[in-house]
């Protein structure tokens, strides 16, 4: 062989490793079905290809992107009906953060709106610890997600919505094939486990956090949950005593009037285009009450309890003041008390069919349910039982005939069989001082699912707020997730690091108990 030759067999040997070495580089972006190796598509390139996808803009959030690739909002066209695809199609509103093709998915199924706040929730714990894709899905009938033609709200059920999620998981599990995870808080993780119940093949796990299974319209044990269990023994004290001074005295409550008018005078001059804010009938003076301490257990630590919950020994006017009138006085600029409260959420107001609220209140009269609480140990106060609610979820007079089609099998089954039997895994979370803790599950299968009740939590799944889990919860939660899902890599070692308590060793079936 000649000089010339032999330069030209080197370099044809050298092309060809550089092939064969470039061909097993580690790129999750590399479509496996690429004839060439060098070809790179991007998750939105494949999006392109989806059949069902109405629409696709990227963005990019305004916080921290959480080492994301690619943002996109997301249309998809769904059935109004899935049983009669001919009945017409609507739009679902889903927002994907995208990591890689080699990561697992965390699907959030929202039971609400997604706002544009959710372009900043690239932060989701669970997606975080685990280094996953994340996929927020607007529920149907909410937000941009509304079928404004259905007057009569026929296919707003949990069959129609676990439906929508199973599509849109066809849709992309191809394009995201490693292992699913769904999960939700609240209402959201309701709708995760209908998900799991109508199609339990779907997803790889399932996590539930702080949600509630009713089986009837009126749905007692999460407010006998409240008036027993949650918080402290001494918070629960100081709480019946406020319920005592408040309902048992004719001079507090006439005091309660004179705030009432006066407070609606001050509002009216300041927005004199809105109807006064504040009633003094007595019925809502009760409810209120009550109210009051369900959102005090669910949504605050017990050191912001300690500031929020007044003294049942406090001059009766602080004790009004707080408990009535301190969010619709905040929001007016009119709070009188210098007090290291937490800040109050405003007000909503609920309007046929532009409010994002509104619709999960027509679910309740149909499926769902609603809490009530209990007053028996009261009914000497209130001069015997309170009159049942005609229209507990506060529907408007035209959806007020809802009552009449509440329908609690698939809510009866999904507590009593399906839960306590499935062999799909499940994790239920659970926050000791939440009375919606009062609406857990009574049973569950614990080889496969566990439930932890977390002596610190409150209602939602911050995980990494030390605040809200301790390290013990959260590593428990996270050696489940582990158990199911292969979420390893390097970025998941180095935040293993900075957290402290990521997994470390898988835990046994047998250890995946009740905890109180």
């Known amino acids: 062989m000649n000089r010339k030759s032999m330069k030209i067999w080197m370099l044809a040997v050298a092309l060809l490793a550089l092939a064969s070495c470039s061909s097993n580089l580690d790129n999750p972006a590399t479509d496996p079905s690429d004839k060439s190796p060098f070809v790179t598509q991007t998750l939105g390139d494949k999006l392109k290809t989806v059949s069902n996808l109405a629409s696709m803009e990227a963005f990019t959030p305004n916080n921290a992107s959480e080492e994301y690739k690619e943002f996109y909002e997301v249309f998809f066209n769904q059935p109004i009906d899935h049983n009669n695809p001919s009945a017409g199609t609507m739009r679902q509103k889903a927002l994907i953060f995208f990591k890689g093709f ?43 997600s509304k079928n404004l033609n259905d007057t009569r709200w026929d296919y707003l059920t949990i069959e129609q919505a676990a439906a929508d999620h199973h599509a849109i998981f066809q849709a992309l599990k191809p394009l995201l094939p490693k292992e699913w995870v769904s999960t939700g808080t609240s ?47 001494a918070e629960r004290e100081n709480m019946h005593n406020l319920y005592y001074r408040l309902l048992g005295s004719d001079e507090v409550y006439a005091t309660y009037e004179k705030m009432c008018n006066d407070y609606n005078a001050q509002i009216l001059a300041l927005h004199p285009e809105q109807k006064a804010p504040f009633y003094a009938d007595p019925y809502s003076y009760v409810f209120s009450l009550a109210s009051f301490f369900f959102t005090q257990f669910s949504y605050n630590t017990a050191k912001e309890r300690a500031l929020n919950i007044p003294s049942a020994t406090a001059d009766s006017t602080v004790i009004l003041d707080y408990i009535y009138f301190r969010a619709e006085l905040e929001k007016n600029g009119l709070w009188r008390y210098n007090s290291p409260m937490a800040p109050a959420e405003d007000k909503e107001d609920y309007y046929w069919k532009g409010s994002d609220t509104y619709p999960y209140y027509i679910q309740t009269a149909k499926q769902l349910g609603q809490l009530t609480y209990d007053f028996s140990r009261y009914e000497s106060l209130l001069g015997g039982p309170l009159p049942v609610n005609d229209n507990p979820s506060g529907l408007f007079e035209q959806d007020t005939w809802l009552y009449s089609t509440y329908d609690n099998t698939k809510m009866k089954d999904i507590r009593e069989n399906f839960i306590p039997n499935t062999d799909r895994p499940i994790l239920f979370y659970y926050a000791q001082g939440d009375p919606w803790t009062g609406a857990r599950p009574d049973k569950i299968n614990k080889e496969k699912s566990m439930l932890l009740i977390g002596q610190r939590g409150v209602h939602n799944q911050d995980l990494n707020n030390p605040e809200h889990f301790s390290a013990e919860d959260k590593q428990q939660i996270m ?13 998941t070692a180095r935040r293993r690091s900075q957290s402290g308590n990521l997994p470390t060793a898988p835990i046994a079936p047998d250890d995946f108990i009740i905890r109180r």
């Open 102 to 144: 080699d990561r697992p998915t965390v699907m959030y199924t929202s039971g609400y709106n997604v706002s544009d706040g959710w372009k900043n929730m690239g932060y989701l714990d669970i997606a975080y610890n685990m280094d996953a894709n994340l996929i927020i899905v607007e529920h149907r009938y909410f937000g941009d």
């Open 187 to 233: 209402k959201d993780g309701m709708t995760s486990l209908f998900y799991r119940y109508f199609y339990p093949d779907d997803m790889t796990v399932t996590t539930v956090f702080c949600s509630p299974f009713m089986t009837s319209l009126y749905y007692l044990p999460v407010g006998t949950y409240l008036d027993n269990e949650s918080g402290s023994d």
């Open 479 to 491: 050696d489940f997730l582990a158990r199911y899902v292969d979420y390893a890599n390097a970025t």
